[in-house]
Each structure stands twice: as C-alpha cells, then as structure tokens.
C-alpha cells in the first residue's frame, strides 16, 4: 500500500470513488454533481497556496483504493492552526488493508509538519459510526461532540444557488 499525493490524473477515479461513497451513506438523497466533484478535485489538486491536501491510497498495482482530503484553518478566537478532514474514505471492499490508517498517519505527519495545533475529523457520514469511532479513539482521538442535521427539503427537490 502506498500513500502518495493526488495528481491530476486522478481526479476521474476519484469522482468515481466520490459516486461510490456517496450512495452508501447518507448522502445518498442528495443529488450527485459529477461535474462539481470534479471541478473541486481538479481545484484542489491544482491549489498552491499550501491550506489543502490530498493524499491517495494505491494498491501494489497502482490502483487507487482511498483518499484523505484535509484543509488547514483556524478557529475564529485564535491564530493556532488546526488540521481537519474535509473527505475521507475508502473503497469498502478495501477497508481492512491498511489504507485507512496509512491515510491518516500521512494526514498527520502533513499537519505536524506544519505546525499544527490538532487534528480534527468529523463523522457525518451515516455509516460504520461505531466502527469509525474504535478507529479513531484507538490512534487517540477523543469525541468533542456530535453532528446533526436537519433536512428541509424532500428528497430529490433541489435549489440553485443563482
């Protein structure tokens, strides 16, 4: 299993991993935007401003299995950086192999480096909470919170944002 940075060229796989994922979690009732995955891939990839990574997990034959989006940021009452996962996922069939946590310790040492104060992850998808929870207390991780939310609107009905 190797950990590398994304490169252009995958961000076809990657919208295609992003379709994966988005229709076994909760997000499923939300229309998918092929064309905005992509354009924010694309944008991400290409982003030289030093606040973005995204990092790929390949199998021993280059094929992708995973990826970690994260961001830098900080909090609206202090200037110490802090490290959050924007995306993070990988392939189901592929979750038992390493990928996961070589994804994260990438995410880390790329924050550390940086001088980053804490890392953060959010769970929202809907699923594998449990699983996710053990994953993430065991590399030592402790629950802040929770995620909620509220939808307004029927599935498949949607709004332009003009």
Request: aromatic share 10%; with cysteine; hydrophobic share 40%.
């Amino acid at each position: 299993m190797k950990i590398r940075f994304a490169r252009p060229d995958d961000v076809e796989t990657f919208v295609e991993l992003g379709r994966r994922h988005h229709e076994i979690t909760r997000f499923h009732c939300f229309e998918f935007n092929a064309e905005k995955v992509r354009r924010s891939l694309a944008g991400l990839i290409g982003y030289e401003g030093g606040k973005y990574c995204f990092f790929v997990a390949e199998d021993d034959s280059g094929q992708a299995v995973g990826g970690l989006i994260g961001c830098l940021e900080t909090h609206i009452f202090s200037d110490q950086l802090v490290a959050s996962i924007v995306h993070y996922d990988v392939l189901p069939e592929r979750r038992m192999s390493g990928a996961a946590l070589r994804l994260l310790m990438a995410f880390r040492k790329w924050a550390e480096n940086r001088g980053v104060f804490e890392l953060c992850a959010g769970v929202n998808s809907g699923a594998h909470i449990e699983r996710t929870d053990r994953f993430l207390r065991r590399l030592g991780f402790v629950q802040t919170g929770g995620n909620y939310a509220l939808r307004l609107a029927p599935s498949g009905q949607t709004h332009s944002n003009g």
